[in-house]
């Protein structure tokens, strides 16, 4: 029996050798007093705390007689107890392939973060007037030993199911710190970081990012919190109280993927934001009569006193374009790819020194 205490920052877990069980259903009763028993508050100064358990079973012999395969089995267990959020599992030799493999891909991601065996690459954003560099999006990257990697779009959402982001997401918000004041140590350029919904409702990630900036030497001024809009179906007061704190040190605040979420102009209204980034969608739809709507977005966000960043400019069609409508920031493929830490000093030192040169800036479009 595996046993994995959740918390903030992860996961702790223990391992209970039962020698004498007489059925499943005893198994499932001693569970879930377990459970019962680890759910009493604990009492501590600053208040009781609730400890939260998920258990997951594997039987000798029916799933395997070494100690390797019983705990590994196990360990599938308790992860899928995690998913399922019914608190214990007990493994099943009938369980798809599939599920158990993204069970063992949670395994190994959790493995790759607390052994910081991830990577962080960044993209630039480019100034829409003057082409210079004005800062970078942070982007996880998780290679493997055969020269692949997993896409971000496979593991954050592991990620998130799992409740592996608080760790995860401190641990990118550090390296991304790091590397702008390696490469960018006597400048204003900053880092955008997206953050989870998981980060912003824990009560220690305030003072988490005021330790990482102190500790890696970053000015708060050169930080930029990214998050989506799905933030709005959350505690907001929780996340505006949040919020306030971080742009009362200076650091920025951005709504990432805007147009593809949880839409309010009321949130962004009152939320303490200071930009909007038109997500790429917006951009392709561009050449089929878009434009219309993506003034639309222009036109609500300076109205609010919000700066725009536009993602997924990819050609000179799509640049000439954005150009002509309206945006503060651009950043895609066309400027340049996310960069691991390794490529980044010649691409920055070339290109700090010499700004892309911008297409004639065409008049804003005015519609009726």
């Known amino acids: 029996m595996r046993i994995e205490f959740t918390h903030a920052g992860g996961g702790d877990e223990f391992v ?19 459970i019962k028993q680890l759910q009493v508050p604990i009492e501590l100064e600053k208040g009781p705390v609730t400890v939260g358990a998920s258990i997951g079973v594997s039987i000798c012999p029916d799933h395997g007689v070494a100690a390797d395969e019983l705990l590994e089995h196990a360990d599938i267990a308790v992860y899928r107890a995690k998913c399922m959020k019914d608190g214990v599992s007990i493994y099943n030799d009938h369980w798809g392939s599939e599920a158990a493999e993204r069970v063992r891909l949670a395994q190994a991601l959790r493995k790759a973060i607390e052994t910081r065996s991830m990577d ?10 003057s082409g210079s560099i004005t800062g970078f999006e942070a982007l996880a990257r998780w290679p493997q030993q055969n020269g692949d990697s997993i896409s971000p779009g496979v593991f954050i959402p592991l990620a998130e199911e799992y409740g592996f982001m608080p760790l995860l997401g401190g641990w990118i918000l550090r390296r991304a710190c790091e590397i702008l004041v390696e490469i960018a140590p006597d400048s204003m350029i900053r880092v955008a970081v997206n953050i989870s919904v998981l980060q912003l409702i824990d009560p220690d990630f ?6 990482i900036l102190e500790e890696t030497g970053l000015q708060p001024e050169r930080l930029e919190v990214e998050m989506t809009e799905n933030v709005f179906a959350n505690d907001v007061e929780q996340i505006r109280h949040v919020l306030n704190q971080l742009r009362a040190r200076g650091i920025r605040v951005s709504i990432d993927d805007f147009g593809t979420g949880y839409s309010s102009i009321s949130y962004l209204r009152n939320f303490p934001l200071d930009s909007l980034k038109i997500d790429r969608s917006f951009v392709t739809a561009l050449k089929d009569g878009g434009e219309g709507l993506y003034s639309s977005i222009v036109a609500l966000a300076h ?4 700066s ?4 997924g400019v990819e050609t000179e069609e799509e640049l000439k374009a954005v150009l002509r409508l309206g945006g503060e920031e651009l950043q895609g493929y066309y400027f340049a790819k996310p960069m691991l830490r390794q490529e980044l000093d010649a691409w920055y030192l070339i290109h700090n020194e010499t700004p892309y040169k911008m297409p004639r800036q065409y008049p804003p479009i005015r519609l009726a």
């Open 16 to 34: 209970i050798l039962q020698k004498r069980v007489s059925s499943r259903d005893d198994i499932q009763r001693f569970s879930e007093r377990l």
């Open 120 to 129: 962080v690459a960044l993209q630039p954003f480019i100034a829409a007037k």
């Open 206 to 211: 305030v003072t988490e990012v005021f330790t």
């Open 303 to 306: 109205g609010l006193e919000l």
């Open 308 to 311: 725009i960043i536009v993602e």
